[in-house]
């Protein structure tokens, strides 16, 4: 139950990977269906269309879809084969970018020249060696923290101050010279993982056999810069928790003189294990993995300063020892000094921390605390290396302000007002402006570009047409990368002046079906939840609606902190499309306690999680209730991940509301999820015990009354199979009738196309189903 940041994970809800279940997760990790024997189908028919009642909407065949259950799962979603990764060279003459050439998620590598405004493909997959290599475990196990479904080249980096590029392809890593020649930096049977090139491209520094190594990019020789550990130790490597809950994928940070890494050491020996099995061909798959549930035992975690010419690591040295998470890792400009954020284990007190980088002391500048929970703030040293810029909570809402680098006192508070600061673009110290991306009072479910000076001021909108946009500034803050898109409007990507003529357009050609799918704009509605507080919806009602007939709802959810799924932007939702196609009216609603509009909005979920976010789906139903068409008497709800314990907890919690639910990669006890996740959100399992105990759902297993199917992959390494083992148990014992479909060979997010095609379509037949 990861959280969505930022613009990969907003593309990721919008379709990009065919989201729209949450946290940046495609939908296709989604529902399930179990097996019915002919007469459970029968049966659940005659129960659910009963002839008699004429204002009963039919619910018709897949036939009635221009949208096959095929085309539902193709990724990505109409619109959304898009570039990414856009960044500019360090000579300012190029945008790179990531796209596909065949509509698909396999990408190839992109440049576009300003001088000649064209672009052209600089490297293919198929143009590096070993580039056909399955992942390795390692790799594999990354790509789920960051939800990365794309093949072919899926990363690059440019070194900041020279055309200097690196590819990490199949465990290897290739370099990309001025010149265009490419180098293979790496082979070995090891992979190396995260590699990152430092600021003069002299030098790769990189993971491998759970040590830290550089390589010089002129001679291609290795240096191992930490020399082993007992086994149970990395060095080098963010742990579970950094990648999964606390958006810290990286274990290194190169220093900018390219002298000095920053490094993690973790020791997972105290971390309790936790046997995740699965079943791939012919053979068992049996994975011991280091998980730290709630009120366990967490990693150990320090970090040190090694010094590439002596290979001496000077550990940070703490005045008291306690236990912290350390995150977002920023060397000060200079070099003499290292920054870094930490968060007490219930996440109540967040610090910024500023290292000696040469005597490793660490002193606190400040701390900030909350009565519910922190998240890590937006960090950005400024080139004098005596101020820099930081977010926090302001009234409710996340803001701007320029803060001393020597004592961290407060200089400047750059914004304000009942909006967002959702990104942080572009620093342009020429210019003495921050670049951000926000929302307005008027417009919440908008994003637009802004800049405010650094010494305060007014602030100026670079973008203008309704919609989401995000952009990308380049380094002297006179040209922007952007992605722009309304509900009503595909994405497109520009490349233009600041506030100026466009230069480029980099949007690629609609799918040659689109015209022929029959895609409709959802409605985005506003709901009056409990106490007052506005809600926003979307809808989209069936395509044929008979006079004096009401149709059944599926309710789309996720509800959980960390994502918000209504938003201004192009989402096609072809699941939706496909469902409304056929009569059913299809809803989502973004309730208290999802991002997107601040942290007032998120705070009512603490320790309070399953009724906050219940009686605002429940407001919901209550709303689109008032429309003639809508038969809150046939209701579905359907999720994954989060979204999947609120599907499961709305048939066992409101099961005169909610009649049938497909739940999938469910959390059916918080204490059985990690630890980082559930304890800032529910607190501490031995103090809080009626939070927890409000929250499991095993508790509520007695009462099902309608349809659940529950779907779970055995390999779910981030929501164990464990929780919906417990569910069935539950079950079981209050001799309540379900339905199950397992998954021998997925993760928490189906990557077999013939996984989210069965999910998708027995989903879909499950609510036709039960719901007529």
């Not at 779907?711 to 079981?732: C, G, P, S, W, Y």
Request: aromatic share 8%.
């Amino acid at each position: 139950m990861h959280k969505a940041q930022g613009l990969a994970g907003v593309l990721a809800l919008a379709g990009v990977l065919s989201g729209c279940g949450g946290a940046g997760e495609p939908w296709p990790k989604r529902p399930l269906l179990g097996e019915m024997t002919k007469d459970r189908a029968a049966e659940g028919a005659s129960k659910a269309a009963p002839e008699a009642d004429s204002t009963r909407g039919a619910i018709l065949g897949p036939e009635k879809s221009a949208i096959t259950y095929e085309r539902l799962v193709k990724m990505p979603e109409p619109g959304w084969n898009i570039p990414r990764a856009a960044q500019p060279s360090p000579d300012g003459k190029l945008v790179t970018y990531l796209a596909s050439e065949s509509g698909d998620m396999t990408m190839s590598l992109f440049a576009f020249d300003l001088s000649t405004r064209t672009s052209k493909v600089l490297l293919r997959a198929s143009d590096l060696p070993g580039s056909s290599k399955p992942l390795s475990r390692e790799e594999e196990l990354r790509r789920e923290r960051q939800r990365q479904k794309a093949t072919g080249i899926v990363a690059y980096q440019w070194a900041e101050k020279a055309p200097v590029m690196i590819v990490p392809s199949s465990g290897d890593v290739f370099v990309r010279q001025a010149a265009g020649t490419i180098t293979r930096l790496t082979e070995t049977k090891e992979p190396e993982l995260d590699p990152q090139i430092c600021a003069s491209g002299e030098r790769v520094a990189f993971v491998r056999s759970d040590d830290l190594w550089v390589v010089d990019v002129a001679t291609r020789k290795e240096t191992r810069l930490t020399t082993g550990g007992p086994s149970g130790t990395t060095r080098g490597q963010s742990d579970f928790l950094g990648q999964e809950e606390l958006d810290e994928p990286h274990g290194f940070f190169w220093s900018p003189g390219c002298d000095k890494i920053a490094y993690l050491e973790v020791d997972e020996r105290e971390v309790p294990e936790h046997p995740v099995l699965g079943y791939r061909g012919d053979k068992p798959d049996l994975m011991m993995q280091k998980y730290p549930a709630v009120g366990d035992k967490n990693p150990k975690v320090r970090a040190g300063i090694v010094d590439l010419k002596t290979k001496k690591t000077t550990w940070l040295k703490w005045p008291a020892e306690a236990e912290r998470y350390m995150v977002r890792f920023n060397w000060a400009p200079d070099g003499n000094a290292l920054y870094l954020q930490t968060l007490d284990r219930l996440q109540k007190r967040r610090a910024l921390v500023r290292v000696d980088a040469k005597s490793g002391e660490a002193k606190e500048l400040f701390a900030e605390t909350s009565p519910t929970w922190l998240e890590p703030a937006t960090f950005k040293p400024l080139d004098d290396s005596k101020r820099f810029l930081w977010t926090r909570d302001i009234g409710g809402h996340i803001h701007l302000e320029v803060r001393d680098a020597a004592t961290g006192a407060p200089i400047k508070q750059l914004t304000s007002g009942d909006w967002d600061v959702h990104l942080v673009s572009r620093v342009d110290e020429t210019s003495g402006r921050v670049f951000y991306i926000a929302d307005s009072k008027e417009a919440p479910l908008d994003r637009q570009l802004y800049s405010v000076k650094l010494d305060g001021g007014e602030t100026k909108r670079w973008t203008e047409e309704p919609g989401v946009h995000f952009a990308a500034v380049d380094r002297t803050g006179k040209i922007l990368t952007e992605i722009h898109s309304a509900k009503d409007r595909a994405p497109k990507v520009l490349i233009r002046e600041l506030g100026g003529a466009v230069i480029g357009d980099l949007t690629l050609p609609m799918d040659a079906d689109f015209a022929s799918l029959g895609v409709r704009t959802p409605e985005i509605v506003t709901v009056d939840g409990p106490g007052g507080v506005k809600l926003y919806g979307s809808l989209l009602p069936p395509r044929v609606i008979e006079p004096g007939k009401k149709y059944p709802v599926i309710v789309m959810v996720y509800g959980g902190p960390g994502v918000q799924t209504v938003m201004n932007m192009w989402s096609p939702s072809l699941l939706w499309q496909h469902l409304a196609d056929r009569g059913f009216v299809v809803f989502q609603l973004d309730n208290r306690g999802t991002s997107g509009r601040g942290p007032a909005f998120e705070a009512p979920l603490y320790k309070n999680m399953g009724q906050v976010e219940l009686e605002d789906q429940i407001a919901g139903l209550d709303a689109i209730a008032k429309r003639p068409y809508v038969d809150t008497s046939r209701v579905g709800i359907i999720g994954h991940s989060y979204g999947g314990y609120m599907a499961a907890l709305a048939l066992l919690k409101a099961p005169d509301r909610f009649h049938v639910g497909v739940a999938g990669s469910l959390v059916t006890d918080m204490r059985l999820y990690d630890s980082a996740y559930t304890e800032r959100y529910l607190g501490s399992p031995t103090e809080d015990v009626k939070a927890y105990e409000a929250a499991d759902l095993t508790k509520l297993a007695g009462n099902l009354r309608g349809k659940l199917f529950l779907l779970h992959a055995l390999m779910d390494e981030n929501v164990h199979f464990q929780n919906t083992a417990k569910l069935i148990d539950a079950l079981i014992a209050a001799n309540k009738r379900f339905d199950l479909l397992v998954f021998p060979g997925e993760r928490h997010g189906y990557r077999a196309p013939s996984a989210k095609l069965y999910a998708t379509q027995r989903s879909i037949e499950y609510f036709v189903d039960n719901l007529r």
